[in-house]
């Protein structure tokens, strides 16, 4: 079990890290080229894309491990380790990108989305608190640790949802039939 939720979540990790440092690297290096609304989508493509294979992990598991059985349960518990492995590796690929490669990524950020606000006619009170919440956030994101957890929350609930979907759809009391 360890070395199908070891293989099934390193992989996972390496696809949605890839996919996620060249979108922000291309965002930051490229101006104009994706803007960040494309990122964040294709960000989030890519999670569920590399979550697919919770779901082939957990198949996997059930049907050359445990003799075409799983329950809820262990499918879930499956599932949750593939997406730990990845969502850590993700978040690692993140603070090491954001850090020694970006770290101006959460200033442009900020005027890209002081510069929407103001675009939609918003009032000056409403921009002036958005500013001030931004330049707040940005404080604590220079901590390593929150932006950390910041990077978790944004992974985390995806990769379950998917591993919640997958125990669903695989769990299976009854070894199947042969034929």
């Given at each position: ?31 104009g ?87 939609s006619g ?33 992974i ?14 695989l ?9």
């Amino acid at each position: 079990m360890k070395k199908n939720i070891l293989i099934y979540g390193i992989i996972a990790g390496i696809i949605v890290s890839c996919m996620m440092l060249f979108s922000v690297n291309n965002m930051s290096h490229c101006e104009g080229s994706v803007d960040y609304d494309t990122s964040m989508l294709i960000g989030y493509a890519s999670m569920l894309i590399a979550f697919s294979l919770v779901f082939v992990g957990i198949r996997n598991y059930r049907n050359k491990f445990n003799d075409g059985v799983i329950s809820f349960g262990k499918a879930f518990k499956i599932g949750s380790m593939i997406v730990l492995i990845a969502s850590t590796i993700y978040v690692f690929a993140w603070l090491i990108d954001y850090f020694f490669f970006i770290p101006d990524f959460l200033e442009k950020y900020s005027a890209h989305t002081i510069e929407q606000l103001k675009a939609s006619g918003a009032a000056a009170q409403e921009i002036e608190a958005k500013t001030k919440e931004m330049a707040d956030f940005a404080i604590m994101y220079k901590n390593p640790f929150f932006n950390a957890l910041m990077t978790y929350l944004e992974i985390l609930p995806v990769g379950l949802l998917v591993t919640l979907i997958s125990s669903l759809i695989l769990k299976r009391k009854t070894a199947p039939a042969e034929i």
